[in-house]
């Protein structure tokens, strides 16, 4: 299990003057202030900052090679434009390890479809991670549909948060209902989709008769898992659509573990994924990293 190359399809490494001004950019954006605040009584999760060099070597030691850094829902263009030029800048000095999904608002209308255009030409890789929630819109929203369409058009694949419909409520938790999807993905079969944190559950409504077989361009990764479910839901997943359509992400650096450590880390998730997921050889090596690599 450990002959492969493991990417992490799925961190969100912000540029250091955000983190280390954060009361100045939660205050400009104040969904970003509500998903990244820190608990007062130091309880609960919470986010880590490190930058993309601390990042890969964070990665190196826990056996993972490659990451791939997902944009953020800000609802202010000129954080969305930092925050991209940054993973830019990130994936110029690491073009072999580092892979980046632009950020992107559907809501900046036309800005949002030039800032594609600008991050495709920069080498992106795709576009998201999509936040509908974070930025106030459903998936009947135009302007999120002019997205997907301009994505399909450049060739790039689209990670969306997706939020479970049921349990806990907890900060960031999106509610949007996923049930428009299903018709979205018929309706664009060249479109490439990530749907993030096992899709809020989608992969158990593939096997509606009316959809089974409309999502051959649909993947899921499962960011942030150990913090919703049980670690044995990866193979039910498994189980439910085959291991060619999984992907490892974790989420990083949010801490995912945080009775354990409340630092940056990878190795728990690794370790738990390893001794508890239940994956074969040939399961374990498309999960992850092939998936990821022949899906881009």
Same mark, same amino acid.
């Given at each position: 299990m450990s002959d492969i190359h493991i990417w992490d399809s799925h961190v969100h490494l912000f540029p250091p003057e955000i983190y280390r001004n954060w009361a100045k950019y @939660? #205050?400009? #954006? +104040? &969904? *970003?202030?509500?998903? &990244?605040a820190e608990r007062r009584d130091g309880k609960g999760t919470r986010e880590a900052w490190v930058n993309y060099e601390e990042a890969l070597e964070i990665a190196e030691d826990a056996g993972v090679y490659g990451l791939c850094m997902q944009g953020w829902y800000w609802n202010d263009p000129g954080l969305m434009r930092l925050h =991209? #030029? !940054?993973?830019?800048? @990130?994936? /110029?000095? !690491? +073009?072999d390890r580092l892979k980046a999904f632009a950020s992107? =608002? +559907?809501? *900046?209308g036309w800005t949002a479809l030039s800032e594609m255009e600008r991050c495709a030409a920069l080498g992106f890789s795709g576009i998201g991670e999509l936040g509908p929630g974070g930025n106030g819109y459903d998936f009947d929203d135009g302007d999120f549909l002019a997205v997907l369409e301009m994505a399909e058009v450049l060739g790039l694949p689209v990670c969306i948060h997706c939020g479970e419909a049921v349990g806990h409520n907890y900060p960031g938790k999106d509610t949007t209902s996923l049930a428009p999807l299903p018709k979205i993905i018929r309706y664009h079969p060249g479109l490439k989709l990530i749907l993030a944190h096992l899709g809020g559950g989608l992969p158990f409504y593939e096997m509606n008769r009316r959809?089974?077989?409309? *999502?051959a361009n649909v993947r899921y990764d499962f960011a942030a898992n150990p913090l919703l479910y049980h670690i044995r839901i990866l193979r039910a997943v498994v189980n439910l659509i085959g291991e060619d359509r999984l992907l490892f992400g974790s989420d990083f650096p949010l801490v995912l573990y945080p009775k354990e450590t409340r630092d940056a880390d990878m190795k728990l998730f690794l370790r #738990?994924? /390893?001794?508890n997921a239940g994956f074969s050889g040939k399961e374990w090596q498309k999960i992850m990293g092939e998936n990821f690599l022949s899906f881009l």
């Open positions: @939660a #205050d400009m #954006d +104040p &969904t *970003f202030g509500a998903l &990244t =991209n #030029d !940054y993973m830019a800048e @990130a994936i /110029r000095k !690491y +073009p992107v =608002n +559907p809501k *900046f959809w089974h077989g409309s *999502f #738990d994924i /390893r001794e």
